[in-house]
């Protein structure tokens, strides 16, 4: 299985500030990297696919890059609804496998 | 729109069996794969399994900690996807959400709202 190591785990930030979350896979998986974020006690959301690619609907702020076996997700200016546990997912190979998520909390 | 929602959970005992359904409508259905994803209390999220569509036989993949146990079925004429889940166990209590795949190939655009299962004695 191909594990995805997402780093931080958590993270404490400031209105406004640029954040990036780091995904690295145990093995190559070319692009076939997803972001998702969910709020407590709410259903995840999709926000960036094909390591690049943003949902549509998701605020340009975010954006995501990366290939192979290292990925990020940044927020360029974080917003006070930005405050959430985020998770990349691998579909290269099953079993699709997910980070262990970053929550991002408030500074 | 699309929409997905599932029902049928609840609580169960070790050992017993459950069937989740997750009805869809606001898109083609026959067309997607679909996907359940599951999140045990406090806990990251973990993919369950698959259902391909009918161009690709419908055929299922399945996470090692399920397989022989759950099961993945769909009906395209009702717009119906289903975990059959047997042998359950307590680490099998969590929400579970039916998920859309994109018509391209990339997982999860679209989610249901999840049901709970608790599996306790």
């Known amino acids: 299985d191909i594990q995805m190591t997402q780093s931080p785990s958590a993270m404490s930030a400031s209105v406004g500030d640029r954040v990036t979350i780091t995904c690295r896979a145990s093995q190559g998986i070319s692009n076939y990297l997803a972001w998702f974020q969910q709020k407590p006690g709410k259903v995840p959301k999709r926000l960036i696919y094909?390591?690049?690619s943003l949902q549509s609907g998701v605020p340009s702020r975010f954006s995501g890059s990366g290939s192979g076996t290292e990925f990020t997700l940044t927020i360029s200016s974080l917003q006070p609804e930005d405050f959430a546990t985020y998770y990349c997912?691998?579909?290269?190979?099953?079993?699709?496998?997910f980070g262990q998520g970053t929550k991002v909390e408030i500074k | 729109e699309v929409q997905l929602v599932e029902s049928g959970g609840g609580l169960v005992q070790p050992g017993g069996s459950l069937r989740l359904s997750c009805a869809a409508s606001g898109f083609t259905f026959s067309d997607h794969y679909m996907d359940w994803v599951r999140q045990a209390p406090g806990k990251g999220l973990e993919w369950v399994g698959r259902t391909r569509n009918k161009a690709n036989s419908y055929t299922t993949e399945y996470a090692a900690s399920v397989k022989g146990r759950f099961t993945i079925s769909r009906d395209d004429s009702k717009n119906s996807l289903y975990l059959q889940m047997n042998s359950l166990k307590t680490e099998d209590t969590a929400v579970y959400y039916c998920?859309?795949?994109?018509?391209?190939?990339?997982?999860?655009?679209?989610w249901g709202q999840g049901t709970l299962v608790t599996v306790s004695s």
């Open positions: 094909a390591s690049s």
């Open positions: 998920a859309r795949d994109s018509p391209y190939g990339d997982p999860f655009d679209y």
């Open positions: 997912l691998q579909h290269n190979s099953y079993p699709q496998t």
